[in-house]
């Protein structure tokens, strides 16, 4: 029982937009949900008839409606789950504003009351549906099972519902509810009808001959408007309701601005909320920077916090960063929390860094705002923070306590096809053999960035087997990228200052804590995009096992060697520390730990916390094939020669060569004069090979180097590096981070061995 309401929005904004530039009405949703109703109240859990619930279908008129839908469907998940999620009567009458309600197929309460010819239960239900929703009420209609097509007679269920049709038509004229045709839709075209029963073959654990001598033949395909009206030709009235139903149906957007919740601030900072957040936060900011930097501020520092508030305060995003500080000063100073010292471009801000979200200087490491939030953007701020496994935990129950469990909630993740698992999965279905299909499994899966059809033009031989076996390719092209099954975001959490129900549907999941014990709990039904389109605030607490480690090892060193250890103090130049990375002996220490990483450290010798960063961001697939002229840069006794005399400024520290995004940010600055906006769109640019925006930039850029007075052939040279590496550039301010928590495992390794090892030790057992 779920809705995706807000990916139909999306869907439906950019088809009416292209309507609008065409002169065409737009397309309007109808967001709905097949409920299941149970026979008595939804908490009780007593086996019995019909515990499962009823189908019936309830559409939102409105916004009012859609809301009132969320509740319900939340409710079933929370309150009323009994083998499935199930409302009742009194939810249903309680959320009934805005909302149309069509009696349901087979299944329903309507239709299994005549099935079993209860004549007093079927009067009962529809004049407690016609009381509580009015001229809303519909009886519905359904022809959706074909002729038995051996015998050319008809099955069993459709002279069933033959019967239920024909007893509706009557009660209809007698009551005064309309009847409306539907149809049960299962998939969008015939010709997905294959790839269909492959998925119930999958959820069932039956093979395709099992499954058909069992499933009369239907056609659950999404019916267009001339198969409908020919369907019920006989029954013109039933095709008026649907279009009376669609024209009850009101345009209205699901979407909202972001909801972050509150936290508490003094008095003095202003009267609206918006106010307050705003000059609370550039109180907090400038005193933290003052305890940092001294009392009378550096003019850099002064002047990067005015920008980045300024932008902050733009995107209406102080509330988002003051809630994030309160969280992890409680985590660190209450609950005994580890917080990591950041990730992401989140690290590239003076402010995160003054009100210790992040724990990494970006003036000292030239880290950039703009790759945060770029001044000419509308996105909202996205910060991800790493907390200690055990620690992440004990923050979510926190924030449930402090906000209330129904205020907080997990995300949703979706498990979609690629081709191997679709393949795979109709393979099953039509009993390949085990061997043939797992040969070209594992073909399949090593490359899942390729779609079945991509992936035969490359094996010819995956095609042959596939026909040879009588696998319908159709049926594994269209299973690729549909859903089957649910899971829950690694770490995409929901916190609000109400109901997390009152903006998205709300299920339950089943997860595993860090003990190994399952807990249940909330999820909404919309996963980490869409539901942040909502209003809703998706927070990324990720529980990271190095911190956990980290933390025992420094309990263990207070205990035995000095009880006011710092890992945060030790020093970023520490002897044994580098030795250790220079020798390659970084076993187990975070990001350090592969061979071939070991191996490129003897090589590279690093002398300098830069050195370690420059190998973390090149130690991957793209630039790691520049590593050589690392080495060779860093070796030679000749010094770097730069193209552009003043880019030694940003090329120093990474021997001549572009590592950063950020470099080739602020090149583009020095060199020709981008300001902040074309420098980080430049960035993305190069990233994604925007060909037409690339050559309008470039354009710029020679331009603004030849006014600068450098030469045309330095100048075509430096961008075609830039244009080279921009592909996989690193961000620094991730690899900074990262290598930060890198260079405290290898401190601990290297002055605190006996300890580091048990604990690793320990951790491995585990």
Not at 40 to 48: I, N, Q, S
Not at 242 to 259: G, L, N, Q, S, W
Not at 436 to 443: F, G, L, P, T
Request: hydrophobic share 35%.
């Amino acid at each position: 029982m779920t809705i995706r309401g807000l990916l139909i929005a999306y869907i439906v904004s950019r088809i009416n937009n292209e309507r609008r530039q065409k002169g065409k009405k737009p397309f309007k949703p109808i967001i709905g949900c097949e409920l299941f109703v149970a026979p008595g109240a939804k908490e009780d859990k007593k086996l019995g008839k019909h515990c499962k619930g009823y189908r019936l279908t309830v559409l939102a008129k409105n916004y009012q409606g859609y809301r009132n839908l969320i509740k319900i469907v939340s409710n079933s998940w929370t309150n009323g789950f009994y083998m499935r999620p199930r409302t009742d009567h009194h939810d249903l009458e309680k959320y009934h504003e805005g909302l149309i309600v069509l009696s349901g197929g087979i299944g329903s309460e309507v239709y299994s009351h005549v099935v079993s010819d209860d004549i007093t239960g079927l009067d009962a239900a529809i004049k407690w549906y016609q009381q509580t929703f009015g001229e809303d009420y519909y009886l519905e209609l359904q022809r959706n099972v074909d002729y038995d097509l051996k015998s050319d007679t008809p099955s069993d269920l459709m002279l069933e519902q033959q019967r239920v049709n024909t007893t509706l038509m009557q009660i209809a004229k007698e009551s005064g509810v309309k009847v409306v045709a539907t149809n049960d839709v299962h998939y969008v075209a015939p010709t997905d009808a294959e790839a269909y029963k492959v998925q119930l073959c999958a959820a069932a654990g039956k093979t395709m001959d099992e499954l058909s001598s069992q499933m009369p033949v239907t056609t659950c395909w999404l019916r267009r408007r001339k198969e409908m009206c020919e369907l019920y030709v006989d029954v013109p009235e039933a095709i008026a309701s649907t279009m009376e139903i669609f024209d009850k149906v009101e345009f209205y957007d699901i979407r909202h601005a972001p909801i972050v919740p509150a936290i508490s601030i003094p008095d003095g900072f202003g009267n609206e909320r918006r106010e307050k957040e705003d000059n609370y936060l550039e109180y907090l900011s400038f005193s933290k920077a003052k305890q940092i930097y001294g009392e009378s501020l550096p003019e850099d520092v002064s002047d990067r916090l005015k920008f980045e508030l300024q932008i902050i305060k733009q995107r209406a995003a102080s509330d988002y960063f003051l809630f994030l500080q309160d969280v992890v000063n409680t985590a660190q100073s209450e609950l005994g929390v580890w917080v990591g010292p950041g990730r992401g471009s989140s690290a590239g801000s003076l402010v995160c860094y003054c009100l210790s979200i992040t724990k990494i200087d970006p003036l000292k490491h030239d880290l950039l705002f703009e790759r945060f939030l770029s001044p000419d953007g509308k996105m909202f701020p996205d910060i991800d923070i790493d907390f200690d496994d055990e620690g992440r935990e004990r923050v979510l129950e926190w924030l449930q306590q402090k906000y209330g469990k129904d205020c907080c909630a997990h995300v949703v993740s979706f498990y979609k096809y690629c081709a191997a698992t679709a393949f795979s999965a109709v393979a099953r279905a039509y009993q390949m053999p085990v061997l043939r299909r797992a040969s070209i499994y594992h073909s399949l899966i090593d490359e899942p960035w390729l779609s079945i059809k991509d992936a035969i033009n490359h094996y010819p031989l995956i095609e042959k087997r596939i026909h040879k076996y009588g696998l319908p390719l159709r049926a594994i092209s269209t299973l690729e990228q549909k859903t089957w099954g649910l899971g829950v975001h690694a770490c995409g959490v929901i916190v609000a200052d109400e109901p997390v129900s009152n903006w998205v549907p709300v299920s339950t999941c089943s997860i595993e804590d860090s003990k190994g014990d399952e807990q249940i709990v909330n999820c909404t039904q919309y996963d980490g995009w869409h539901v942040e389109s909502s209003g809703l605030v998706k927070f990324d607490f990720l529980g990271l096992k190095t911190l956990s480690q980290m933390r025992d090892i420094c309990e263990s060193i207070k205990v035995h060697y000095d009880k006011d250890f710092d890992i945060e103090k030790i020093p970023i130049d520490d002897e044994k520390t580098m030795e250790l990375f220079q020798t390659g002996h970084t076993d187990d220490v975070f990001q350090f730990s592969s061979k071939g990483m070991q191996k490129f450290l003897r090589e590279l010798h690093p002398t300098s916390f830069e050195d370690l960063v420059i190998m973390n961001c090149m130690y991957r697939p793209g630039p790691m094939d520049y590593i050589a002229n690392l080495l060779r840069q860093k070796h030679s006794k000749k010094a770097v020669k730069y193209m552009i005399p003043c880019s030694e400024k940003y090329l120093h520290n990474t021997y001549g060569i572009i590592v950063y995004q950020e470099q080739i940010m602020m090149l583009s600055r020095l060199i020709a004069n981008f300001d902040r906006s074309d420098s980080d769109l430049l960035r993305k640019t190069l990233g994604k090979k925007k060909m037409n925006v690339l050559s309008v930039l470039k354009s710029r850029f020679m331009e603004g180097g030849i006014k600068n007075g450098h030469k045309k052939n330095a100048l075509e040279k430096v961008w075609s590096e830039m244009e080279e590496k921009g592909m996989y550039a690193f961000q620094k301010s991730h690899g900074v981070c990262y290598t930060w928590l890198a260079y405290q495992m290898a401190y601990l390794k290297a002055n605190y061995p006996e300890e580091f090892k048990h604990v690793i030790e320990k951790y491995n057992t585990d």
